[in-house]
């Protein structure tokens, strides 16, 4: 692996960073009611300063985390399985997330708050981890991880999981509908930083966690038994992959719903662009994908003003397409 310096590494990520800052700066300015900037820094406050301090800069910093997140988590899995189709939902965190909120949605009984989190968003988390701790007891072999037994786990426990909620769907009374299904859509919308402090605790470790795998990822990318003759530590590595991934994407899954798409379209982008040292293709993932969601969310606010479509549609119809040239081009 080529050595590369602190200049060099910033040359490389400064487009994608320059992006996602375009991106931060101009979606706070797009929606469906302008707003006027000279009057929301006034410092008189007023409606102007409302919308933009407390409606969209929260709402554009949770697209940037969120999106930043799932392409991040999105490169490390195709990294760690040598498999250019793997994204989040592949280790089936998203599924056992989904069940949990959809429960705390269709049981009333189950309505509570806590600090900033509400009921939805703490079961979610929930069934996240209990996901989680599912597939890695199939998975996890005196050896190792198995990869192929992980893959094949987290697509198992999806479609249960998607049963589960079709079952809960059933049984749920219409007035939880809508709320279920704007959930499941996926969304961002926040008022206020309260909901921003939420992720942050479970987030950041994730995150963490992640780039410190970053040059033996590099090497898993050539075969485990390439990489171990470079002295990787195989197994201490997929653990770190897999609770990292799936700690950071349960935070954002808990609060945005299951986003899709956006760990595929975003990392392909990166390594099309700039190679495949992961020591780029994760942070710069990271920007590309936040930038890319900020996107998306400011057309799903004003494409169909002043109605706003769930950004996960508009993610799905961009990936959609996206998934299967990569599929045809892999066959």
């Known amino acids: 692996m080529t050595v590369m310096t602190r200049r060099e590494l910033a040359w490389k990520l400064a487009p994608y960073l ?12 797009i929606g469906s009611e302008s707003i006027s900037l000279n009057k929301a820094f006034s410092g008189a406050g007023g409606i102007d300063a409302e919308i933009f301090f407390f409606q969209r800069t929260p709402r554009v910093l949770l697209a940037l985390l969120v999106g930043g997140t799932l392409a991040m988590v999105g490169a490390c899995f195709q990294g760690m399985f040598r498999n250019p189709l793997a994204e989040p939902y592949t280790l089936g ?9 959809v429960m705390a949605i269709v049981f009333p009984g189950l309505h509570f708050g806590w600090w900033a ?20 007891a199939l998975a996890n072999r ?3 991880i198995a990869m192929n037994t992980l893959l094949l786990a987290g697509v198992t426990v999806s479609i249960l999981c998607g049963g589960l909620i079709l079952f809960l769907r059933y049984i749920a009374s219409p007035n939880y509908l809508v709320q279920m299904d704007r959930w499941l ?8 930083y309260r909901d921003l402090s939420a992720l942050l605790p479970l987030l950041l470790p994730g995150l963490g966690l992640l780039f410190t795998t970053m040059v033996e990822i590099n090497h898993l990318t050539l075969g485990r038994e390439l990489a171990m003759g470079h002295g990787v530590d195989v197994h201490s590595t997929q653990i770190r992959v897999f609770v990292g991934g ?3 994407t349960a ?14 379209i975003a990392p392909h982008a990166v390594r099309r662009i700039s190679g495949f040292d992961h020591r780029i293709v994760m942070p710069g993932s990271f920007l590309l994908g936040g930038a890319f969601l900020t996107l998306c969310d400011a057309l799903a606010r004003t494409a169909m003003a002043p109605r706003e479509i769930p950004v996960g ?16 081009k892999r066959s």
């Open 117 to 136: 989190f509400s009921s939805v968003q703490l079961f979610s988390l929930a069934g996240a981890f209990c996901s989680m701790a599912f597939i890695f």
């Open 142 to 144: 005196s050896g190792g």
């Open 246 to 248: 799936g700690v950071a």
């Open 18 to 29: 320059g992006l996602a800052i375009i991106a931060a700066l101009v979606s706070p300015l």
């Open 185 to 192: 859509m996926g969304g961002l919308e926040v008022v206020g």
């Open 93 to 101: 965190v998203t599924g056992g997330s989904a069940v949990g909120a």
């Open 313 to 328: 549609v508009i993610t799905a119809l961009i990936g959609g397409p996206v998934f299967i040239s990569i599929l045809l």
């Open 251 to 264: 935070a954002v899954v808990s609060l945005a719903g299951p986003i899709g798409f956006v760990g595929l």
